[in-house]
């Protein structure tokens, strides 16, 4: 994991491991005078980053990189359908093979063909279906530029995910 310098684009340190153990070897070169000033961090969604930065970095506010919580949606997708394709039918799976990728895809980044497999095969399948539009409506968080109504469409999409019987999500 490649970390930052304050202020800068600068690559400072990459280590091996996901654990807060991995973690002391930077934070014993980096030092606590300069951890002390460290104000913001961005991170994958791991505890142990999370942890250590509280530990070091008094009063740090973290943020998590899009790219990791993308990935968290994309996994409970995943998760939701793996277990639909095997309760199909056989007409059901006919539409459902293959399309793996087609329902990872952002809707407007599907075209043409692949847009009209999307639509019949989101048509037949109800979890999938709830599955793939709240992955889809999550995207819409990044447009705002407000941080109360980010948080307002947050709390409102988590109130979907109470209706949705989604486990994974």
Known sequence: MPWLAPGGA????????????????????????RAQQITHAVMDM?????????????????????????????EALTTVRKPEFKRAGKTMKGLLCGKKFLLLSRLAHVRGKAREALTPLLGANRRLFKAHLLK????????????????????????????SRLAPY
Request: net charge positive.
């Open 10 to 33: 600068e690559c400072l340190w990459v280590g091996e491991g996901r654990k807060e153990k991995n973690l002391r070897t930077f934070w014993k070169w980096f030092g606590k005078q």
């Open 46 to 74: 791991g505890q142990a980053f999370r942890r250590s930065f509280e530990a070091h970095c008094p009063g740090v506010v973290i943020r998590y990189a899009k790219f990791h919580v993308i990935r968290h949606l994309l």
């Open 136 to 163: 889809e409506s999550f995207g819409h968080l990044w447009a705002y530029r407000s941080t109360t109504w980010a948080r307002e469409f947050f709390a409102q999409w988590v109130e979907q995910l109470k209706w």
